[in-house]
């Protein structure tokens, strides 16, 4: 019977990933609420319905409350605040979901010359999703 050698913890691109995925994953649910008690105090609660309101508190765009009760649009909805809020939402949900994907194909295809690869790919596609989500943030 053979010893068997424990690593030591390091911080290792694993490690570093499997933590973004839990503090993504708590910043989605905090920005989400923070979004959500935002549009509340901006007069929501009264001249929003549930879905826009459900719209909002996730994708905080002006053109969610156009069509709503609400007199003027730009006042405080369509400012700075929000496009950052929408860019941060949108880099933890993005990263979120395509670390998670990493995570699902380096299970399946294992530890062979395609790993390097298809993590180049899937940086390749995260990068791009990011600057259509810049940019759509940042012109509506």
Excluded at 63 to 70: G, L, M, R, T
Excluded at 119 to 140: C, K, P, Q
């Amino acid at each position: 019977m053979r010893n068997r050698t424990v690593p030591q913890p390091a911080m290792s691109f694993e490690y570093i990933m499997w933590m973004f995925t839990r503090i993504s994953g708590l910043a989605l649910l905090f920005l989400g609420g923070i979004g959500m008690v935002m549009a509340f105090a901006m007069g929501g609660r009264e001249l929003l319905d549930l879905p826009t309101l459900v719209r909002w508190t996730f994708f905080p765009n002006p053109n969610h409350v156009v069509n709503s009760d609400i007199p003027d649009v730009t006042q405080g909805w369509a400012n700075a605040y929000w496009q950052i809020m929408q860019i941060v939402i949108a880099f933890f949900g993005i990263s979120h979901g395509f670390n998670g994907l990493r995570v699902v194909i380096e299970d399946y295809i294992g530890n062979t010359i395609w790993q390097p690869m298809l993590r180049g790919l899937i940086f390749l596609v995260w990068l791009f999703f990011m600057i259509m989500a810049v940019f759509v943030i940042l012109a509506s």
